[in-house]
Each structure stands twice: as structure tokens, then as C-alpha cells.
């Protein structure tokens, strides 16, 4: 059965409601459900027990050459399990899966980073499975999201998801990227040179899938061509940007998020910045570079 939620149409909105909570924090009854969830967080050290999407920055702002890390990787690892982004000076591609973070570097190798490396930009979810799609005889990553986006229009095109594929792929084709120096360009002007493509073949892995709907083409990929898809093979040795996929089978499995939430980095890159990047910018950085 597909899970009913409740969408958070707005940023401004989620800001809102953050702020309030904050407000409340300290007048909260200590017998109450909301004190006793706080007393679970700290015990746990995890910040996000919701279904919640949680986001780092912008992806405009990442476009427009904003690669400086404002969170640790240790931070980000208490919103969730499941997730992509990438790390400070976009030194290559992350995937977060089962809790594990991995760091695909520009020459192909697959480190896992210290705690303490830094973020400047990532989506994070504690992955549910919600609901479930065969997939058979996938061709391409063009024919792999208009599956998904067919079984999005039934679930709901105005919610978030994030869907875990493993399978074994006949072609992972991914890219990954250097560390850039600074002074930071533009993502795209950046990743010309710096940007390598593998193609892996008969590997079994997952493919770390996130949909955001068209409202939010400000803040991630967005729409029914808006999917940011990673990989990362089973053995954790071979993963990246995927530019295209082909696989005969596998079941996809949807997460459908109950809200979204935005941590606003403190850097002054961000906060003084020109984060506001077009979609050209975004989309010559998420597609192969000619």
C-alpha cells in the first residue's frame, strides 16, 4: 500500500516551522511525546527520525561554484542512511547507502572519508521502502526514468522520493571529478578536464536514485527528467555520476519523503555568494560534458 503523507510545499513554509519549533524547545512540557522524542535524539545522536528529505545548500548554489564544505560528514550522517552529494572542492562523487559513505574519487577509486571531511552540498533520507516497481530490460538511463516516471505519476508527481535499485548492470557509465583550487568557477566550466568517465560492465551494485518534483527546480534537480542518479557497485570499488545504465532486471524500491528540510550553510561563500546559477548552469553539470 502506498503510504499517505503530507508535503511541505514551500521552503519558506519548512522555515517557518523550523523557526517555531525552535521557538517552543524550551517550554516544552518534559512529560509530553515531543520532549520524550527530544530525550530519544540525544540518547541516539540522530537528527532526523522523520521521513524527511534533508538537504545541504542548493544545487544552484553548488552550480554556481560554491564548493566550500560547511558540515562533517559525521554531522550528516545523523539525518539518514541513504543519499548523494559531494565533498569539499567537489573532490569527487558521494553516495550514502545503508549508512555507509563513499567518496568516488576523480581517478575511479572508492575511499571512504573520515568523519570530519566536509560537505558543501547533499541529500540525505532515512530510506523506507514505501512502494515497489519491476524494471525489466532497461536500455538506457533515458528509458530508466520514464519507468520511474510513470510509476511517479501514479504515486504523485508533487512528492519527493528517493528509490534504491540494486541490480547486476551490463554498462555502469559514470563520471567523477577532481578537487577544484580556488578560486571556484562555475560547476560546469569547472568539470571541463577535470571530470573522468568510466564504463563498467557486469557489475552488481545499487543505483542511489532522488526525485524532486518541478516546484523545486530551485533547489535540486527537478521535473520528469530531474533525476540524480549515483552508483556504487557491491564490493564498494567501482561507483560515480551515472551518465548511463543498461540491466535486464531488478525491482525498484520508492521512498516517498513527508517533508523536506534545508540546512542553510554558515560560510561566506553561501551567505555572500551569487548562488543563484541557471538552469543551464545546473544542467551542463549534471550531463556529459562534450
Known amino acids: 500500500m502506498k503510504k499517505k503523507t503530507v508535503m ?25 511525546e515531543t520532549a520524550g522524542e527530544s530525550t530519544a535524539l540525544a540518547e541516539t545522536g540522530v537528527s532526523n527520525t522523520d521521513d524527511d528529505v534533508v538537504q545541504l545548500s542548493t544545487l544552484t548554489a553548488l552550480s554556481s561554484g560554491d564548493f566550500t564544505g560547511s558540515r562533517t560528514v559525521g554531522e550528516m550522517s545523523r539525518y539518514g542512511d541513504f543519499g548523494l552529494g559531494t565533498y569539499d572542492g567537489v573532490n569527487g562523487e558521494m553516495i550514502v547507502l545503508d549508512g555507509r559513505f563513499y567518496q568516488v574519487l576523480g581517478t575511479g577509486e572508492v575511499v571512504e ?17 514505501d512502494d515497489s516497481l519491476d524494471l525489466k530490460n532497461i536500455s538506457s ?9 510513470k510509476e511517479v505519476e501514479i504515486l504523485g508527481i508533487n512528492s519527493m522520493y528517493a528509490v534504491k535499485i540494486q541490480t547486476k548492470c551490463e554498462l555502469a557509465y559514470v563520471r567523477s571529478k577532481d578537487e577544484q583550487a580556488k578560486p571556484y568557477k562555475k560547476l560546469s ?64 524500491e520508492f521512498d516517498e519523503a513527508a517533508g523536506f528540510r534545508m540546512l542553510i550553510p554558515d560560510t561566506d561563500s553561501f551567505q555572500h555568494g551569487d548562488i543563484n546559477a541557471s538552469q543551464e548552469d545546473i544542467e551542463g553539470a549534471e550531463k556529459k560534458q562534450n
Not at 519558506?12 to 516551522?17: D, E, H, K, R
Not at 572519508?113 to 533520507?125: L, N
Not at 528509458?143 to 520511474?148: I, S
Open 8 to 32: 511541505v510545499f514551500a521552503l519558506a513554509v519548512v522555515l517557518a516551522m523550523t523557526a517555531a519549533g525552535c521557538g517552543s524547545a524550551g517550554t516544552s512540557d518534559p512529560s509530553s
Open 113 to 129: 572519508p573520515v568523519k570530519d571531511e566536509t560537505v558543501p552540498f547533499m541529500t540525505i533520507c532515512n530510506f523506507d521502502k
Open 141 to 149: 538511463l533515458e528509458q530508466l526514468m520514464e519507468e520511474l516516471n
Open 189 to 252: 566550466e569547472s568539470l571541463k578536464g577535470t571530470q573522468h568517465e568510466f564504463k563498467y560492465e557486469n557489475t552488481e551494485g545499487t543505483l542511489v536514485c532522488l526525485y524532486f518534483p518541478d516546484y523545486m527546480k530551485e533547489l535540486n534537480s527537478a521535473g520528469t527528467d530531474g533525476w540524480h542518479v549515483h552508483f556504487i557497485s557491491d564490493d564498494g570499488t567501482k561507483g560515480g555520476h551515472i551518465f548511463d545504465v543498461r540491466f535486464e532486471s531488478a525491482a525498484a
